[in-house]
């Protein structure tokens, strides 16, 4: 098991090391979702992705500083504009 792990981390440093950011950053996420793939539901892996959790963080934010309308169905929004 040692040896396996030495040889794991000797070929995706070999690998990682000229991978441009974007790449990297999908590669990341993809370890992820290996290590974490028996507890989460495969159609909702998107939702643990790096980018997909910006994503919450930024409307979080907008939340906060009250730049969301309504409060997510859209039938909460559309009372929210007709008000």
């Known amino acids: 098991m040692v040896k396996l792990r030495k040889e794991a981390e000797r070929v995706l440093s070999a690998l990682l090391k000229d991978l441009p950011t974007k790449d990297l950053r999908e590669a990341v996420d993809f370890i992820s979702f290996l290590r974490t793939r028996s507890r989460i539901d495969p ?3 998107y939702f ?9 963080q930024r409307v979080e ?3 906060r500083r009250r730049r969301v309308i309504g409060s997510g169905p ?7 504009l007709k008000a």
């Open 48 to 56: 643990w992705t790096t980018r997909w959790q910006t994503m919450e």
């Open 43 to 45: 159609s909702q892996a």
């Open 61 to 63: 934010q907008d939340k």
């Open 74 to 80: 859209v039938d909460s929004l559309l009372r929210a």
